[in-house]
């Protein structure tokens, strides 16, 4: 029996502003396809803050809500304690989440907030012009680590998956990546069961999608998705790092 692929209607028809190779477009998919899956259409509301994805309002059929740099995770716990029953998503960059949104998101994780955040990690702040993200990997240039990132000066980059599964409030944090068609069919997986748990009135979800940046890494698309597996899935190892439904 032939398999007739039928695009969502939680995606609008307008063209993306994202760069060439950018992950942001296969994560909007995959996001939509996880929802529109779950069958809560009317009933959604995504959060999105400063960043290259502070149009996804553009994209998404469904509420969005555009939130101050950082502040995502705050404006969806709001939402979510005045709409407990909508499904309530925040969608953020590393420059946002892991660096200015770093106290929101840990202490919307300590509280459980029954909230999910879509986190994307491309160790690079994109939208601004390329500069070194807490996430920026020790000798990756940037536009303000022209050397390469010296972990003597700047520390070493945050893993915000482990760092929050360690919270009591966190119920589940997994870490994806975009370099395989494989790897593409495990993050949404790992998104739909975020938001499924959701749904089920348990505690804060995380999914960390490691994504590319072809523009300001200075790659081809193909490149960047090199890049990627051999530089970034060493250090930010794939996998779940916390599931309370799963003991």
């Known amino acids: 029996m032939a398999i007739e692929y039928k ?16 992950g942001h477009g296969i994560i909007h998919r995959l996001v939509a396809e996880a929802i529109d ?45 005045a709409k407990p029953d909508s499904l309530v998503f925040t969608y953020q960059g590393d420059g946002d989440l892991a660096s200015i949104g770093a106290a929101e998101v840990v202490h919307a994780a300590m509280r459980g907030e029954k909230i999910t955040t879509i986190f994307i990690n491309n160790a690079i702040y994109g939208m601004t012009g390329g500069q070194m993200a807490p996430t920026t990997l020790v000798g990756q240039k940037t536009t ?18 482990e760092m929050l599964a360690t919270l009591d409030g966190a119920y589940y944090i997994e870490r994806v990546a975009l370099d395989t068609p494989a790897h593409i069919n495990q993050a949404k997986i790992a998104i739909k069961k975020a938001m499924k748990y959701q749904r089920e009135g348990k505690g804060y979800c995380l999914v960390e999608v490691l994504s590319t940046c072809p523009t300001n890494w200075g790659m081809s698309p193909t490149e960047s998705m090199d890049w990627l597996k051999d530089n970034m899935i060493p250090y930010y190892p794939l996998g779940v790092f916390k599931d309370k439904g799963a003991e």
């Not at 303000?144 to 998956?161: F, L, M, Y």
């Open 7 to 22: 695009a969502t209607e939680l995606l609008t028809d307008k063209p993306r502003h994202y760069c060439p190779g950018c």
């Open 37 to 81: 899956e779950l069958d809560v259409h009317g009933d959604v509301v995504g959060v999105s803050p400063v960043g290259c994805s502070v149009f996804a309002n553009n994209y998404f059929n469904f509420d969005m809500v555009n939130a101050l740099h950082g502040r995502a995770p705050a404006v969806a716990t709001g939402i979510k304690r």
């Open 144 to 161: 303000t680590s022209p050397n390469g990132r010296d972990a003597d000066w700047c520390g070493s980059p945050i893993r915000v998956s």
